[in-house]
């Protein structure tokens, strides 16, 4: 049912110019949409898909590449900018990681994971040629979500949004991981910005150095 679901998105998005333009707006190209397998939703009848209509469309996979969930960003001016598939049996929202499952090599073979709040962050540091990057899907990194990359990487660096609302974020992670015992960095990004748009900005390289430092 989920594939299929994906593979009408990944139509909706090849029949949509408007949501083209807003992706390649957004700094992507055709070959990081395909690797994502990034889609669209348009005016559907299916109830259930109903709830992502007007929304960029990103796949969430188990690390064993298992679809497992979809998120939805929104084109359109909705005043609520995402939305994620309800919780499911295969789907908890605090013990998943948006892009683990194409993450995993490039964080054993770099030695640490970046974790970052949004999707787009994600794709645009991908973009950019970051491939050890993960997302919490806008929540605090959680206990069990850290657990997980154990399995990866010898440490971790959050990277959240510059304004205060990643401020919030970066200390409720703080909290969440109190006692965890695993090394982790924070970057703080100034002017602000977010991971996709200081990269857009500022480029790969000037990231990367942030996050070494």
């Not at 909705?78 to 892009?99: A, D, H, T």
């Amino acid at each position: 049912m989920l594939t299929e679901d994906l593979e009408y998105f990944r139509e909706s998005l090849r029949a949509t110019p408007q949501a083209q333009e807003y992706l390649e707006n957004r700094g992507l190209s055709a070959e990081t949409i395909d690797v994502m397998e990034i889609g669209y939703c348009g005016r559907t009848d299916k109830q259930s898909l109903y709830r992502f209509s007007g929304r960029v469309i990103f796949p969430i996979f188990n690390p064993a590449c298992d679809l497992i969930a979809f998120g939805g960003r929104t084109i359109i001016g909705s005043p609520e900018k995402y939305i994620n598939s309800p919780e499911s049996p295969i789907y908890s929202k605090s013990r998943v990681l948006y892009n683990l499952d194409k993450a995993q090599d490039h964080i054993l073979e770099r030695g640490y994971a970046i974790v970052v709040e949004g999707y787009f962050d994600v794709a645009v540091l991908w973009e950019w040629g970051i491939r050890n990057v993960v997302s919490t899907c806008g929540t605090a990194i959680t206990k069990y979500q850290l657990r997980l990359l154990k399995r990866y990487a010898d440490w971790v660096s959050i990277c959240y949004d510059g304004d205060q609302a990643g401020s919030r974020a970066a200390a409720r992670a703080a909290e969440n991981l109190a006692g965890e015992r695993f090394p982790i960095k924070t970057v703080s990004l100034p002017d602000g910005m977010d991971p996709d748009e200081f990269v857009s900005t500022h480029g790969g390289v000037h990231f990367m150095r942030l996050v070494n430092e």
